[in-house]
């Protein structure tokens, strides 16, 4: 960031003296004015791919961090919400409610919870708000999401409803939400035979993703 503010200062730097360059070659032979203008001109240009360069690779450095964040995280939907006063109590009950159904549910025994919380403001019409689940590794949260597919045999119809996603960030929903669109698109001018696999579509035999 405060390589990009120098960049933006130099930018800035470069087209105040470029001002004053014109106003001093007013009356001068028209070649020189020319070749002088091309010059600024050109380092303005430069200046202005480093400066667009250096925004693309930070907004890459940002979302790479934010994923590396969320690598070990689940969000929880549906799970209903404790109605206790005390914050230490809604965050037992909360913790409670994923051992429960991480052992068993899901039948996932190892599995360690770091860390729970709702995601937003509680919300008016009291539905319950989507759990973040911080797991104490990578295996674990893909064991999670692997067993998910267990919850359709679930006979506790609170514990069916339930939804388990990865901890994406807006970039990665964004994505998926464009693949679903495509997939969409092609399965309604009667293509067949696509997949999403990995966040990506294919077409051909193959085994579809969860996620």
Aim: hydrophobic share 25%; charged share 45%; aromatic share 4%.
């Amino acid at each position: 960031m405060k390589e990009m503010k120098e960049i933006t200062s130099k930018n800035e730097d470069i087209n105040e003296r470029a001002t004053i360059i014109e106003e001093k070659m007013e009356g001068k032979d028209d070649d020189i004015v020319d070749k002088v203008t091309s010059t600024i001109v050109e380092k303005i240009e430069a200046v202005d791919i480093v400066q667009k360069t250096a925004e693309v690779v930070i907004r890459h450095i940002e979302e790479k961090e934010k994923r590396e964040k969320r690598k070990k995280n689940v969000v929880l939907y549906n799970v209903p919400e404790s109605s206790q006063n005390e914050v230490q109590s809604r965050i037992d009950e909360d913790l409670s409610r994923c051992n429960d159904l991480f052992e068993n549910s899901l039948r996932v025994k190892e599995c360690r919870i770091e860390r729970v919380s709702r995601l937003g403001r509680p919300r008016e019409d009291n539905r319950s708000r989507p759990m973040l689940v911080q797991l104490r590794s990578e295996d674990e949260k893909w064991s999670i999401l692997t067993s998910a597919r267990n919850l359709k045999h679930e006979t506790n119809p609170e514990k069916k409803k339930i939804g388990i996603s990865k901890d994406l960030t807006r970039e990665e929903r964004d994505a998926e939400k464009r693949v679903r669109e495509e997939l969409y698109e092609k399965r309604s001018n009667g293509e067949q035979g696509w997949y999403i696999k990995n966040g990506k579509l294919y077409r051909g035999q193959g085994t579809r993703s969860r996620f």
